[in-house]
């Protein structure tokens, strides 16, 4: 056991030393004093310590969080570069494709509406980066929006564009019989003396001269509408509804009929041939186009194509699974 030491002090008045009596509370207090003093000290060092040198780790996080911010910034001018090239696409849409179509135009307010609620980006606050974050989110947000609206356009131009082609492909434009085929147009539409009747009557088609068997062929896209035998008037003739504009296309003095009432049939396809059934002086097809169950002159519908676009077209009808709808 050690014993504690004895201390003395110098007494001025007495001039003598006398002992210090041992005191518990002054050595506490001392004790005390001398620890917040180290202590004190030691915490200065450490802060100067901390602010002239980084811990390897702060370093780190430091070229970190650079990193980070530079990237977010060359990000964020990337999707401005995009979002002007998605304006660019948004006007073409607008001005060329829905105009061609006779679509309205979807406004710029509503393209660029922004996504609502100024709440939206409070998560992002607090932070060095909340404003470079909050641009990024923001840019994105608008990105998505205008995407959506441009795609649900593109939609509707596509289901539009189908909506038209079958219209084109549904008018009776071809000539139904070959161009190689055709021997001559015996009489066009209009007033004429009925060969047969002698009379002065309203001739409601063409009538297209071919040798007895030569193919007839559907002039449009459509639905047989009526297959009728008869040794009268028309005798056998077909009517094919084309389902658009009031359109029906009607095929008269058949020799053969090749398609049943209610058939789809395609532009090209074969039908019957060509004969002298009902009123009729010599093989020829009458043809008549039909608008509204009134007649037309037939020309102003009909294309004659080429031999050799006609020889395609033809052989097309040939395959029934070729079909893009
Ligand atoms: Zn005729």
Known sequence: MTKIKTKYKFNSETLQYEKIKFSFKKFFLKLFQRSVVSFSFGAILMVLYIIIYESPEEKLLRAEVKFLQE?????????K??????NVIAKNDNYIYRTTFELDTIPTSVRNAGVGGSNRYKIYEGYNSTEIIKDVAKQLDEF???LKIQDESYKILLAEMKKRGNIYKSLPV????????????????GYRPHPILGVIQMHHGIDMVAPTGTPVYASGDGVVELVEKIRTGYGNNIVINHGVNGLKSRYAHLHTINVKKGQKVKRGELIGTVGSTGLSTAPHLHYEILVNNSSVNPLRYML????SEYEQLINETQYPGKSFD
Do not use: A, M
């Not at 570069?81 to 998605?86: G, Y």
């Not at 071809?174 to 539409?189: A, K």
């Open 81 to 86: 570069v995009n979002d002007s090239l998605l």
């Open 304 to 307: 004659v194509p080429n031999p």
């Open 71 to 79: 990237n977010l910034n060359k990000i964020n001018q990337r999707l």
């Open 144 to 146: 998505e929006l205008k």
């Open 174 to 189: 071809l000539q139904p019989i070959h161009v190689n085929e055709l021997t001559r147009i015996g009489s066009f539409y």
